[in-house]
């Protein structure tokens, strides 16, 4: 999963924007559980929906990522998705 951090806090562009299962499953139920080896966190999930804090996402995976990646890999950017870090 691409995701950019910003000092205590990651951003996550879901691949198809609103209509990703994923997505809708953070609205229904934010909280989520990040895992990488033996490191396990749970957070509560923010959706993002004001067009220009979305697009400010989006600016930054495409400065971390590449424009033509983020633009081949998710194709619709209308929200995006905050999870605070411990």
């Known amino acids: 999963m691409w995701f950019v951090q910003k000092r205590e806090t990651l951003y996550l562009l879901p691949v198809t924007g609103s209509d990703s299962a994923w997505y809708a499953d953070v609205l229904k139920t934010p909280g989520v559980r990040l895992s990488a080896g033996q490191a396990q966190y749970n ?3 923010k959706p993002i929906g004001d067009p220009a804090a979305v697009e400010q996402v989006v600016d930054d995976f495409r400065a971390k990522y ?3 990646n983020v ?3 998710y194709p619709k950017h209308d929200v995006a998705v905050e999870l605070p870090l411990p």
């Open 43 to 45: 957070a509560e999930a």
């Open 66 to 68: 590449g424009a033509l």
């Open 71 to 73: 633009e081949a890999y």
